[in-house]
């Protein structure tokens, strides 16, 4: 068995595509923010259903159900991307319904942006599984989540501005960030669970400026 869990794509289908052909994993699992942002969704989107992968729903994920259900009527951007996925690739938002907060991938716990530090995925809110990126407020002189973390191996995404983080724990990999901001002109980073290493190609281009 081999798993390769993958940091946010953001409609990056090519360089998605270039790190599966890569792995060849028997599992795929996503980190979420999948569609937004990026050039090709209706591309991750085929990727997803060729590989049956599974993907933990982000922050941007749920703005696009929030669009589609009418929450949102001032965001263009995501009602100008439901009506392109509703119209090139239906099924790709019902689809997001299915998409739980956090999963699991071999020892690791999977979630787009945070945990509770007690790593509990019943004492965490749902706006930290989405959006959380230090606790307990995210205020900028918080510290990130991860510094108080005290929970079992996880893997996130979410925070491009950080990059690869790696924490280990007993000489093992333990706290495990993700998101290489392949959509700003960076790199799309897996881990290969089984064998306990990234793999990372670079994007292709930049396709909007990294958020402040
Ligand atoms: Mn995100």
């Given at each position: 068995?081999?798993?390769l869990?993958?940091?946010?794509?953001?409609?990056?289908?090519?360089?998605?595509?270039?790190?599966?052909?890569?792995?060849?994993?028997e599992?795929?699992?996503l980190?979420?923010?999948?569609y937004?942002?990026?050039?090709?969704?209706?591309?991750?989107?085929r990727?997803?259903?060729?590989?049956?992968?599974?993907?933990?729903?982000?922050?941007?994920?749920?703005?696009?159900?929030?669009a589609r259900?009418?929450?949102?009527?001032e965001?263009?951007?995501?009602?100008?991307?439901c009506?392109?996925?509703?119209?090139?690739?239906?099924?790709?938002?019902?689809?997001?319904?299915?998409?739980?907060?956090?999963?699991?991938?071999?020892?690791?716990?999977?979630?787009?942006?945070?945990l509770?530090?007690?790593?509990?995925?019943?004492k965490?809110?749902?706006g930290?599984?989405?959006?959380l990126?230090?606790?307990?407020?995210?205020?900028?002189?918080d510290?990130?989540?991860?510094?108080l973390?005290?929970?079992?191996?996880v893997?996130?995404?979410?925070?491009?501005?950080?990059?690869?983080?790696?924490?280990?724990?007993?000489?093992?990999?333990?706290?495990?960030?993700l998101?290489t901001g392949?959509v700003?002109?960076?790199?799309?980073?897996?881990?290969?669970?089984?064998?306990?290493?990234?793999?990372?190609?670079?994007?292709?281009?930049?396709?909007?400026?990294?958020?402040?």
């Amino acid at each position: 068995m081999s798993t390769l869990v993958v940091g946010d794509v953001h409609g990056c289908a090519e360089e998605l595509a270039e790190l599966v052909e890569r792995v060849s994993p028997e599992r795929l699992v996503l980190v979420g923010d999948v569609y937004t942002k990026g050039p090709d969704p209706v591309g991750v989107f085929r990727i997803i259903q060729e590989r049956r992968a599974a993907v933990v729903r982000g922050n941007h994920d749920q703005r696009l159900l929030d669009a589609r259900a009418g929450e949102r009527p001032e965001d263009d951007r995501a009602l100008g991307l439901c009506a392109r996925l509703e119209r090139e690739a239906p099924g790709a938002l019902p689809a997001i319904e299915d998409w739980p907060l956090w999963s699991r991938a071999g020892r690791y716990l999977v979630t787009h942006a945070a945990l509770h530090p007690s790593g509990d995925p019943s004492k965490t809110a749902p706006g930290t599984h989405l959006t959380l990126r230090r606790w307990p407020s995210d205020r900028p002189d918080d510290p990130f989540w991860y510094e108080l973390y005290e929970g079992p191996p996880v893997i996130f995404g979410h925070d491009a501005r950080r990059g690869f983080v790696r924490r280990d724990r007993e000489g093992q990999p333990w706290i495990l960030g993700l998101d290489t901001g392949c959509v700003y002109g960076g790199q799309l980073t897996g881990w290969i669970v089984e064998e306990e290493r990234a793999v990372s190609v670079p994007a292709r281009r930049a396709w909007c400026p990294i958020p402040g």
